[in-house]
């Protein structure tokens, strides 16, 4: 039973130090809080006020994240195209010269999935308890753990810093469109797009899939066998959650009218 405590306890893979990555408990706490004030103290505080109006810290949050994962974005292509094998991502050695940054492009995205908490806080402060759907609160509490999980029992990079480039790719998207949004007057103007972040958010999960198969087929990869394995489930797990989310959002709303009209 003990001996699962001992694997957590075990040293990190990368002697890299950096603030969150010394333990799993900063992590955890910040989840446990994180998930605590959405799915009760939050709403509870909010029941009867009426909700903040936020759209200037939001659109301000938009231009950071952005900015943020667009710095991140050409920063991983930059790198990956001079340091990685593309065809079999392995995790660069200690004394590697891009080593460095390796490090710290894995460590800023590790720490922007913090950053994104605050999407869901906003929806609490806001009232929006409809944004507030099972998708949404488990990818949020499930990225940050499974980063530093990442970090501290396979280091730095590699693998799993191709499939995160995916994500990063689709946040500059989203939070695009998520400006563009809070800067129309006809919030419903936009719409019609909206369905299509979705879409690119489900094609990631597809190239990650298929990324992860191709490379636990190649027999001669120093790549390590675990991590598509992993990014792999992962992948599985997120398209059926996706998938669920697209069908009840986009598709199931336009049967409704033309049944109603059928049986009238």
Not at 23 to 28: A, C, E, G, N, R
Not at 82 to 106: G, Q, S, V
Not at 118 to 137: A, C, E, G, P
């Amino acid at each position: 039973m003990f001996a699962m405590f001992d694997v957590l306890n075990a040293p990190p893979a990368d002697p890299f130090q950096a603030p969150l990555l010394d333990s799993h408990w900063p992590t955890l706490i910040i989840l446990a809080a994180y998930l605590l004030f959405v799915l009760k103290v939050g709403r509870k505080l909010m029941e009867k006020r009426e909700p903040f109006d936020l759209r200037g810290v939001i659109k301000v949050y938009n231009i950071v994240q952005i900015l943020y994962n667009g710095i991140m974005l050409v920063g991983s292509v930059y790198f990956m195209l001079n340091a990685y094998d593309l065809r079999c991502i392995a995790n660069l050695p200690l004394d590697h010269e891009w080593k460095n940054t390796e490090r710290w492009l894995t460590y800023v995205y590790f720490l922007n999935k913090f950053l994104d908490l605050l999407d869901t806080i906003f929806f609490v402060l806001r009232k929006k308890d409809r944004h507030l759907s099972f998708l949404h609160i488990f990818h949020h509490a499930f990225m940050p753990y499974f980063c530093f999980l990442y970090i501290r029992f396979h280091g730095h990079g590699g693998h799993g810093f191709f499939l995160c480039f995916f994500n990063v790719a689709v946040h500059v998207a989203m939070y695009t469109y998520y400006y563009i949004s809070s800067i129309r007057k006809d919030a419903q103007a936009n719409i019609w797009f909206k369905k299509y972040i979705t879409i690119v958010q489900l094609t990631q999960f597809f190239i990650i899939l298929v990324h992860c198969i191709y490379t636990l087929r190649q027999a001669d990869c120093i790549a390590s066998r675990a991590i598509p394995v992993y990014g792999g489930l992962v992948a599985v797990t997120f398209i059926i959650l996706f998938t669920n989310f697209y069908v009840r959002a986009y598709i199931l709303p336009q049967k409704k009218p033309t049944s109603k009209r059928k049986v009238q």
